[in-house]
């Protein structure tokens, strides 16, 4: 009999290695390798899996300023919570405090999805920080952060090195073990802590 070892099967793995060790609750970011890899995928599933492990709540941070996939591809609430921590902020924009980060809650499930939200013209640019301060005041306050990057996002540097973990994510059609290879040590160089690498769209051979 064929067996396939599914995504949802090896994220719920991964989900298990994420949850909290006693009170310590992580933050990770996921960071593509390639730009097609599928990372915002992955690290929607991985936050679905951790859940469903009874790691709650979780938050699940969008770098995708522009275009904010994440909370267009759950379905959430209505109520808006502000994503400045006591004040803090991992980004600047110009005007100052032009625009905002906001967390809502997927209806059905105890996820809260980033989203930057302004309104047309009203932010002329946008800087991300080194802000280590503003990650710990996320880990006290959820079960577990993760940070989904897109490619070359201006911010993986300036928040890989305040993250526990970075999880990269191979497209296995493309992204061969040198290209990852390369992608770990310019994280590790900025400060990063890579853990590992999730290939994704692998065609799993069956096993008899």
Do not use: H
Not at 50 to 79: C, E, H, I, M, T
Not at 178 to 200: D, K, P, S, T
């Amino acid at each position: 009999m064929a067996v396939r070892m599914s995504i949802e099967v090896e994220l719920d793995g991964l989900a298990r290695r994420l949850a909290p060790q006693g009170a310590n609750a992580r933050a990770v970011m996921v960071v593509p390798v390639s730009a097609n890899a599928g990372a915002s995928t992955i690290t929607a599933g991985l936050a679905r899996a951790s859940v469903q492990r009874g790691v709650k709540p979780v938050w699940l941070y969008d770098l995708d300023f522009r275009n904010n996939p994440q909370s267009d591809a759950f379905r959430l609430n209505g109520k808006a919570y502000s994503g400045a921590l006591s004040g803090r902020r991992f980004w600047r924009t110009t005007p100052d405090n032009a625009g905002r980060v906001a967390l809502r809650r997927v209806e059905d499930q105890p996820i809260y999805v980033s989203r930057f939200e302004r309104e047309p013209g009203q932010v002329r640019s946008l800087t991300f920080l080194d802000t280590p301060d503003y990650w710990m005041q996320a880990r006290r306050s959820a079960g577990l952060t993760l940070v989904d990057a897109s490619y070359n996002s201006a911010a993986i540097p300036l928040v890989a090195p305040n993250m526990d973990g970075v999880i990269l994510v191979a497209n296995a059609r493309t992204d061969g073990r040198e290209r990852c290879e390369a992608e770990a040590a310019r994280l590790r160089e900025q400060g990063a802590q890579v853990w590992g690498v999730v290939v994704n769209r692998a065609r799993t051979a069956p096993t008899a």
